[in-house]
């Protein structure tokens, strides 16, 4: 009797429906989706290593100062708002939706503070530099055309993480959302991050100027 009652639990953990394999249907999917883009930017990094050891002129643009400080600066933007979304969790899990709805504040600001620093080095490349996706004044054309489909992919998924954030924000402040909506939103986050720490130091640590 026993047998056939734990043989039967174990086979509604797999049956699907509101809880798939025993997850949140919601962060199953966000599970699921994070993989899928994963593959995405997986390939966009082979293609960008891939053209950089296969090119030995391959510039190295970026100096200390500014490029590599201001660089820094943005990741330290984008990894304080991770501690951010954490807080956020936390609070929501312990029903402080007041909190919750400050700390996704905070979370938002660094990642918007990430987009406006971001934005203002592509416009400092097109304009004083001359870099484009299809033109390169330090030799290998190559070089614009991955480092902007690497940066830009990736500030487009910061962007709609911003959109994303003010959503799952205003129904916590309104009490709509639970805990979950709050992590499932998180997970966005943390791999929008994650992503950007393999981006900067590929793109950029690598192609700084030692002399």
């Excluded at 007041?98 to 203002?120: D, E, P, Q, R, S």
Aim: proline share 4%.
């Amino acid at each position: 009797m026993s047998s056939q009652v734990s043989s039967a639990a174990a086979t509604s953990l797999w049956e699907g429906g509101r809880s798939p394999y025993a997850t949140n249907s919601k962060k199953f999917g966000m599970w699921l989706f994070i993989i899928s883009d994963s593959l995405t930017f997986s390939a966009l990094l082979f293609a960008y290593t891939y053209s950089r050891v296969s090119n030995p002129n391959w510039p190295t643009p970026f100096h200390f100062s500014p490029s590599i400080i201001f660089s820094t600066v943005m990741t330290f933007c984008l990894l304080s708002s991770s501690l951010t979304m954490v807080m956020a969790v936390h609070s929501m899990n312990h029903g402080n939706r007041k909190a919750a709805g400050a700390w996704i504040l905070a979370t938002m600001g660094g990642g918007a503070a990430f987009v406006v620093l971001h934005l203002n080095e592509w416009l400092n490349l097109i304009n004083n530099e001359h870099v484009t996706p299809f033109e390169n004044p330090w030799g290998v054309p190559l070089f614009g055309g991955t480092f902007f489909a690497l940066t830009g992919l990736h500030m487009t998924h910061v962007v709609i993480g911003l959109i994303y954030l003010a959503i799952v924000c205003q129904a916590v402040l309104r009490g709509k959302f639970k805990a979950e909506d709050v992590e499932v939103s998180g997970l966005y986050w943390h791999f929008v991050d994650l992503v950007w720490m393999f981006i900067f130091p590929l793109v950029y640590l690598m192609s700084a100027r030692i002399h």
